[in-house]
């Protein structure tokens, strides 16, 4: 009587290998967290540098037309304040239509600082948000 090989695992060899992906992933996952967050934060300072850049252009295209802007905060993601400033930042920076919340703080022809928000991380420049005070971080902070 011939006697046949089954190839294959055993159940003992299934079992102790799944019980090493959970404990690798228990370990894995909550250190990946810190990333996410690490890198969202990065994401929302980098649209800030981005869109303080674009309406800096904006203002000195606006000041070569020979107009000018009121020294105020202006929210330019939904298209608040100046139509003409916030067409010309659109132009630099189109992806401010995607954030839930853009400002930029002009003062003497000239920004101050600017900020964005996705609704839950924020972020800024000249001063950028951290992971410490990403949900708290304002316009006023990003100017400081």
Do not use: H, W
Request: charged share 20%.
């Amino acid at each position: 009587m011939k006697t046949r090989k089954v190839k294959g695992f055993t159940l003992v060899e299934l079992i102790v290998v799944i019980a090493i992906i959970g404990v690798l992933a228990a370990i894995l996952v909550p250190s990946m967290l810190g990333y996410v967050k690490k890198s969202k934060v990065s994401a929302m300072n980098s649209n800030a540098k981005s869109l303080f850049d674009a309406a800096a252009t904006a203002i000195v295209e606006i000041d070569s037309e020979g107009n000018s802007l009121t020294p105020t905060d202006y929210t330019v993601a939904a298209g608040d304040g100046d139509q003409n400033f916030y067409k010309k930042i659109r132009n630099f920076f189109a992806s401010v239509d995607e954030l839930s919340v853009a400002s930029v703080r002009v003062a003497d022809m000239a920004i101050v600082g600017a900020f964005c928000s996705d609704g839950t991380y924020n972020g800024g420049y000249p001063t950028g948000s951290t992971t410490d005070n990403y949900t708290s971080f304002t316009l006023s902070d990003a100017c400081s």
